[in-house]
T-cell receptor
């Protein structure tokens, strides 16, 4: 089955530690996205990417970093500079960034808790 | 700037009754509108979208939505609710004239929790 795989599903982090969330897709989609979800706030865009080795900041990129070394993979690192990292993180993909009618396909999410 | 509003944090419906989840939007050009559903601790799943054409759009699981340009609304509806419809519903909008770059990204509402009681 084609889809998006996020890991780990649950992650606990001590303050001051960096953590990396994995996102892999086998849909052959060009565009990939990372969203953060907090209760009552909807989804906020962290980073997005259209092609390998290129990515752009979204609305809340501070304290996060990404890479796109392969088309299938778009890992997100939550750095110690992120002041309030406890949240549910969602990875998504679409055929292309440049077609507005495209539907996003989402992974199952990763829940990060800072202890 | 584009925006989307879901005025109700929660909607409660009895099983078998019709349901409506409200969404209003603001874009400078024509909108592309989407509804997604999220079950607990899961990612979002696509329900339906409006791009152009017929104002009444039919989607998955018996859901439909009506695009109303004059009221800038895109309310989600279902004639007969099921307990299994209980979930978090998100409306999203993209300006059809902007694509690529940050202005072309989807803007999501804050979500409406739908609770269907037996």
């Amino acid at each position: 089955d084609g889809g998006i795989t996020q890991s780990p599903k649950y992650l606990f982090r001590k303050e001051g530690q960096n953590v990396t969330l994995s996102c892999e897709q086998n849909l052959n989609h060009d565009a990939m996205y990372w969203y953060r979800q907090d209760p009552g706030q909807g989804l906020r865009l962290i980073y997005y990417s259209q092609i390998v080795n290129d990515f752009q900041k979204g609305d809340i990129a501070e304290g996060y970093s990404v890479s796109r070394e392969k088309k299938e993979s778009f890992p997100l690192t939550v750095t110690s500079a992120q002041k309030n990292p406890t949240a549910f993180y969602l990875c998504a993909s679409s055929i292309s960034l440049y077609s507005g009618a495209n539907v996003l396909t989402f992974g199952a999410g990763s829940r990060l808790t800072v202890l | 700037a584009q925006s989307v509003a879901q005025p109700e944090d929660q909607v409660n419906v009895a099983e078998g009754n019709p349901l409506t989840v409200k969404c209003t939007y603001s874009v400078s050009g024509n909108p592309y509108l989407f509804w997604y559903v999220q079950y607990p601790n899961r990612g979002l799943q696509f329900l339906l979208k409006y791009i152009t054409g017929d104002n009444l759009v039919k989607g998955s699981y018996g859901f439909e939505a009506e695009f109303n340009k004059s009221q800038t609304s895109f309310h989600l509806k279902k004639p007969s609710a099921l307990v299994s419809d209980s979930a978090l519903y998100f409306c999203a909008v993209r300006d059809a004239m902007n694509y690529g770059g940050s202005q072309g990204n989807l803007i999501f509402g804050k979500g409406t929790k739908l609770s269907v009681k037996p």
